[in-house]
């Protein structure tokens, strides 16, 4: 079995900077694309970044120049540095990721438990 665990998430003032990671874990034969993903309550699940195995990156138009997508592929890990901070960030973050798992010649997608991130004056 595959786990992304997430961390990184807090309260932060307005304009402030927070970076997520999250490690995935198991019996991994590759990952392929990595992406943070966000919920505020009462609104659908949006994508907010995706980077793929060989770096290649896309954002949200509401978080473009804002937010950065990283990878180290050695460490398994996803990072998402947030900077210049907006109240309308405030969502759960979830990290996803397209693996293949050992054994397999599939591939699909694996969930984060979700991390808080409250952007409040």
């Known amino acids: 079995q595959v786990q992304l665990v997430e961390s990184g998430g807090g309260l932060v003032q307005p304009g402030g900077s927070l970076r997520l990671s999250c490690v995935a874990s198991?019996?991994?034969?590759?990952?392929?694309?990595m992406a943070w993903y966000r919920q505020a309550p009462g609104n659908q699940r949006e994508l907010v970044a995706t980077i793929t195995n060989i770096g290649t990156t896309n954002y949200a138009d509401s978080v473009r120049g804002r937010f950065t997508i990283s990878r180290v592929n050695a460490k398994n890990t996803v990072y998402l540095q947030m900077d210049s901070l907006k109240p309308e960030d405030t969502a759960v973050y979830y990290c996803n990721a397209d693996i293949r798992v050992t054994g397999s010649q599939g591939r699909n997608d694996h969930w984060g438990q979700g991390t808080q991130v409250t952007v409040s004056s």
């Open positions: 198991g019996s991994i034969w590759s990952i392929y694309t």
